[in-house]
């Protein structure tokens, strides 16, 4: 019988393990962070529609702002202030103090430039927001949904399990 205990408790170890994972993947996702320009950061020397082209934005989503705030801002302005570099009336000034977030809430385009001028020489930067595709929520019907596929995981292992401890009680 020693044999069968050793048997269970391997399945048991394999059940708590599998029911991590399933749990760590039920987490939904914070939203994602999108560091603006990539390696190159917040400056003069990044091509931002190229670097916005190859992202995807979705609602809850979050830019990330790194820059020398001895030097740039970081201001929300609407699409006309955006194509004219015009930094008077902005939405909002997200600069803090350099390594700045700014959450996307919405589902639209989104425009921020850098005042001081830099903003003529290509320091701007619009992302359009679409709505995320439907995630794995931590709803009950997900929560059933994954106990099901635990158990159809599971219910084969315990029946192999069960059939390689044949022999043993045979003897
Ligand atoms: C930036 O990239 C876009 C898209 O690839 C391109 O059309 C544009 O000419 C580039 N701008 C500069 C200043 O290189
Ligand atoms: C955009 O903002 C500027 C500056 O505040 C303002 O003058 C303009 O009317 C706004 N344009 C639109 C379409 O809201
Ligand atoms: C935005 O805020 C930063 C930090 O407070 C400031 O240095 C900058 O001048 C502001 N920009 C504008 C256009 O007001």
């Given at each position: 019988?020693?044999?069968?205990?050793?048997?269970?408790?391997?399945?048991?170890?394999?059940?708590?393990?599998?029911m991590?994972?399933?749990?760590?993947?039920?987490?939904?996702?914070?939203g994602?962070?999108?560091?603006?320009?990539?390696?190159?950061?917040?400056t003069?020397?990044?091509?931002?529609?190229?670097?916005?082209?190859?992202?995807?934005?979705?609602?809850?989503?979050?830019?990330?702002?790194?820059?020398?705030?001895?030097?740039?801002?970081?201001?929300?302005?609407?699409?006309?202030?955006?194509?004219?570099?015009?930094?008077?009336?902005?939405?909002?000034?997200?600069?803090?103090?350099?390594?700045?977030?700014?959450?996307?809430?919405?589902?639209?385009?989104?425009?921020f430039?850098?005042?001081?001028?830099?903003?003529?020489?290509?320091?701007?930067?619009f992302?359009?927001v679409?709505?995320?595709?439907?995630?794995?929520?931590?709803?009950?019907?997900?929560?059933?949904?994954?106990?099901?596929?635990?158990?159809?995981?599971?219910?084969?292992?315990?029946?192999?399990?069960?059939?390689?401890?044949?022999?043993?009680?045979?003897?």
């Amino acid at each position: 019988m020693e044999n069968f205990w050793m048997k269970l408790g391997s399945v048991a170890t394999l059940i708590v393990t599998l029911m991590l994972i399933l749990t760590t993947m039920a987490e939904p996702g914070e939203g994602a962070l999108h560091k603006v320009g990539g390696r190159s950061g917040w400056t003069e020397h990044a091509n931002y529609t190229e670097w916005s082209t190859h992202e995807r934005f979705s609602v809850g989503d979050w830019l990330y702002f790194v820059f020398n705030r001895q030097m740039y801002d970081v201001l929300e302005v609407n699409e006309t202030s955006f194509e004219s570099c015009n930094s008077q009336g902005f939405i909002s000034n997200i600069t803090r103090g350099g390594r700045d977030v700014f959450q996307l809430k919405e589902a639209k385009t989104y425009y921020f430039i850098c005042s001081r001028g830099y903003c003529w020489g290509g320091m701007k930067v619009f992302v359009d927001v679409v709505v995320a595709p439907p995630a794995p929520t931590p709803s009950p019907s997900g929560a059933a949904r994954s106990l099901a596929s635990l158990s159809l995981v599971i219910l084969p292992l315990i029946v192999t399990s069960l059939l390689s401890l044949k022999p043993t009680r045979c003897l």
